[in-house]
């Protein structure tokens, strides 16, 4: 008797325990995420501190740095040039530092998009996009994508790297930030995140850095501007193909569902960096104004997938980003020329590397007008994009077959 009471009262303190510690993990990643309104308005608080301050001082010159720092950012340099080299080598970056720092939450974000960044390469040469575009207009469509693609990958990376210095050496040195190139908007962004560890703001400000990063440098240059205007790009913007997906992934290696959100007007910085933060709730719903973890539910079954970091991220793990819509849908699209599917080359066959232009210097960040994107996101519809864009690629796939398959073929 007396060890059956013994056993019950082990019990329940075991579960309450449990509860006690489930509790504390859920308080604690509230605060890590601040999802609270005004915890958005301290950070807002103490960027425009921190601006302030910065701006005041001299910048940080190379010159004057003592030889060990500046062999870190002759270092960094060349890890972010090494990895610079194409799409597929950018994605595969951004993962491998979401594996080593998992805390960098935009780190994961950013592999996600950049495989849609390949994919839209991709589709330039494939029967997706091909047939109603001339051979001069994809060189535009994979000039403008790719230098995008490039020069996010040249300003956050460098950002990751002395992050991960910082953290290996338990000591901050974001004062190098500026020697990187980065704006001071990003150096108060992560010497907060270094005080308080609170995830949510740093990736809004990273997303609205990345999106400030190439308004001027893409979006309003002369060069790339011309393609906005384009029938075709508009023609893109209607079947989806310029949409942001993250395919969900069952833990049989099933694609279960596609979910994201597409920018329609690209020429929006706003528009850009609310499409930006809609996916980072999609990804972490706990960073988002409403607070409401979900499941992503299959538009098509009943089954469910444990999410959504969980789902994305499984087929972030198991399958290679190759630039094929292949990748995760292989039922519709085929690297096969001659098929009954629609054909989706490599990003390896469809394009050779390019050598960019180096990047235009200057801080992008002049006042705290960016200060006022700086709060919570609001999370995208939490339904499986699949059975629209089955239908887009059916209509597209008709098309391909109307042209003809010397069109095709080129």
């Known amino acids: 008797m007396k060890t059956s009471l013994g056993h019950r009262f082990l019990m329940r303190l075991r579960q309450t325990v449990s509860a006690m510690t489930s509790t504390w993990m859920a308080i604690r ?70 594996l080593a720092h998992p805390e960098l939450h935009w780190a994961l974000l950013a592999h996600l998009v950049s495989r849609n960044g390949g994919w839209n390469m991709t589709d330039l040469r494939g029967d997706a996009v091909r047939p109603v575009l001339s051979a001069a207009s994809q060189e535009r469509y994979f000039a403008f994508l790719e230098r995008c693609n490039f020069l996010i990958f040249y300003d ?27 704006s001071s908007f990003m150096r108060a962004a992560w010497e907060t995140y270094w005080e308080d560890h609170c995830t949510g703001p740093l990736v809004i400000a990273q997303i609205i850095n990345e999106q400030s990063f190439i308004e001027q440098r893409v979006v309003q240059n002369e060069v790339y501007a011309p393609i906005f205007q384009e029938p ?135 006042n705290m007008e960016p200060i006022q994107w700086l709060n919570p996101p609001e999370p995208p519809p939490n339904a499986s994009l699949m059975p629209r864009y089955r239908e887009r690629i059916r209509l597209l796939k008709k098309g391909a077959n109307a042209i003809g398959p010397t069109v095709r073929g080129r």
């Open 232 to 366: 075709s790009f508009a023609a893109q913007s209607l079947f989806h193909l310029v949409s942001v997906f993250f395919p969900a992934q069952s833990v049989s290696g099933r694609i279960v569902g596609l979910y994201g959100n597409r920018v329609r007007d690209f020429t929006s910085l706003t528009e850009r960096i609310a499409v930006g933060k809609s996916l980072y709730a999609l990804l972490f719903p706990k960073v988002s104004a409403k607070h409401r973890a979900k499941r992503i539910r299959s538009a098509s079954t009943k089954s469910r997938v444990r999410g959504p970091v969980s789902a994305l991220l499984r087929f972030a793990r198991t399958v290679s980003h190759s630039g094929s819509r292949t990748d995760y849908m292989p039922s519709l699209f085929s690297r096969e020329k001659h098929s009954d599917r629609l054909y989706s080359p490599a990003l390896r066959e469809a394009w050779p590397d390019s050598v960019q232009a180096p990047v235009e210097p200057g801080d992008w960040c002049h």
């Open 29 to 98: 990643e509230d605060a890590n995420t601040q999802s609270h309104p005004h915890a958005w308005q301290q950070q807002r608080t103490v960027y425009e501190r921190r601006l302030f301050t910065y701006w005041r001082q001299p910048p940080v010159r190379e010159d004057e740095l003592t030889p060990s720092r500046r062999r870190l950012i002759e270092e960094i340099r060349a890890q972010t040039a090494a990895a610079n080299v194409n799409n597929l080598t950018r994605t595969d970056a951004y993962l491998r530092i979401y």
């Open 156 to 182: 956050a990376y460098p950002q990751l790297l002395l992050y991960a210095y910082s953290k290996r050496n338990h000591e901050p040195v974001f004062d190098l930030l500026p020697c990187l190139g980065v």
